[in-house]
DNA sequence: AATGAATGAGAGTTCATTCAT
DNA sequence: AATGAATGAACTCTCATTCAT
């Protein structure tokens, strides 16, 4: 078991409180219009300072990016891991559970969404990639779910990558609405979301084979 | 009827190619990160001529953002006002366009969506707000094609609203998920996403009263 | 006796409709503040036409000093020609006239002492100089006046290139003040002031040997 | 009193340097022609160094003339307050006193005399006032002098704003004439200048009541 | 011959990064 | 070791001049 010296210990806690205050900088303003002295400001740590963390802005963006990626794999494997339940339950409690996460980390979302598109590629390269990897791997998860969900016979067989596609757009899409009006979650209207997701619109169903 | 002269016409041509290289470079780099250089480079009009078109950098991107929102509006509006058809027939017909669009039109996508968000809102303010009124009337116009589709017997009644935004939800995140992965569109693969949106994922289709 | 065509004429009214334009443009915003776009404008000529009469804005600006100091010179000549009367009155009438042109050619002054300055003198180097000759020129036909004066026993014998300096100054300093206050020519005023140069501030006048 | 400490000091001193060599080259090009590059070549800081001192080009400009506009007030206002002596001795030590400092501030009366008049004044407008209002203020000061010297019966009893008009006129035309002609000061004939506007050029005096 | 749209060199300014203190 | 003043490359934008029409 590893064993962080008080040092070290300090020396993490500062490392992610830069990231935190970045974070909310590039988020409010892109990575090009962030400015180094914003960070600085904002973290209350000295510009110098950060330099003895960080090689330069873009390795900060690059680190943002990845530890929050994994602080966001993470949440998700424990909702998914949590399976004393059914899968019809786990997708309602990945489904609540995600979209709170979402509103409470807010700015993660928004440079979250602004990297899965090409945005500023041509300068973070693997960046892109490493969300979609972790994108993939989430809907991988949620594919896992909806397997075991059809072979319980709870959920209709269509291909599971395309419902767990459905359900993480209805996810993001809520989450994003919800940033975006600056609303609180209303109960009611996440239910009747999951409901359509769950029943679907149409009045006739058709039967899978 | 207006007619315009050859020079009037010449000079629409020039500005919409101005605009197409501007989207192409902002939806790669962003604001901050495009370079009026860049943009003169991929138009291939000079930097001074640039000028004689537009004010600054910030007009082109306010003037890009109007335009190609103007275009998407009209697409949207006429697949709707073909009504010659039932309210399934007609959202099943805006799904394969919508992403027959968003495909087409890659580049707006990408600027579309870093727009809903809040980033570089800061510095462009009104344009996130009429992305929003853009998104907000579509959705308005989906609801009332499910209005009918309920009044119909087709469709079960959600509230129409929230039926909208999970129908976005899979158009836009299909289109995102086609524009990032660099894939052509596979129509099997929408068929299903567009089947599992209709029907659900649920067995148990829980009836609507 | 030179006889222009028709042709000609016309063509050096242009020229001289130009640097017209361009005194007034120069004398309100400044050799590098002007720009030919505004000279066109101001004129009432093309760009592209302007260049057929100058090489460039450098030259316009050599053409228009010198031009006008031409004008001014010939007035001064002109008034001190006029030699059918007393020095003392030959002076007074030089005071008032010269006075009265200042304020008619308001514009040309402005140019002239920004141009006897070194200001842009870097720029247009032999402009200064020309500035100075005729400045010169002026003193010393101003000091032949004062030279006849005192000879018949009117003026004091000081020096008389210090008369002229002294007299300059005024009518200058006074031109100066008038221009920048924007107000009309108060004869009792400049009354007052010939009366200063004329007769000295000190009540105890000392006899000059 | 106030004691400032050793980075105060300097930094204060850093920003007088880039001032001095702004005036500098805003006296030999003007606002226009001076380039941001030649001032930091000039002062030897690196652009971006003058940025931390001065928000822009614009501001130094206004900075410069209003630093040296207090200080040629100061020095006005300490000459006439030794008035340990009579308004003749008085008159004659501004006399000697301005024109000494006027070719030691070449710089400074080439941009004050190029403000006095309206060129540049469309852009900076309020500078035009301010400099005129030091004018003013110095010409009413040398009034009070004048005043004081009629009462004494020393000086005669003309306008005392006009006797201040001719005395200025002749001490900055005179300065001018030293700028422009690169000469130094010779004793002998400054004191024919001054005694030129003492005692004026007419043998007749004619007597004031 | 007359024009004014097109051009690109050069201006003012910002900000990521360094390094003397 | 910690700092933030100093730096200069790179950005946006202007305008004297040209040349196709």
Redesign the interface.
Known sequence: MEQLSRKEREKKRKREEILTAALSVF???????ATMAEISQVSEYPLGTIYKFFQGKEQIYHEMIRETGVALGDILLNIIENDDCSP?DQIKKCFNEYIQYGIEKRDYF?IY??Q????????VPNI?KSI?KLHNKMNELLADI?EKGIEQ????S??TA??A??F???V???I??L??EHESVETE?LD??F?????????E??THT
Request: net charge positive; proline share 0%.
């Open positions: 988020a409010q303003k892109g990575y090009h219009g019809i928004l969404n602004s899965r598109s090409s945005i500023d590629a041509v300068l892109n979609n909806f016979g709870q959920f209709k269509h291909s395309e419902m596609h459905v993480s757009s209805v993001f899409s809520t994003w609405m940033i975006g209207r009747n979301l409901a359509i997701f769950m029943e679907g619109i149409c009045v169903c058709t």
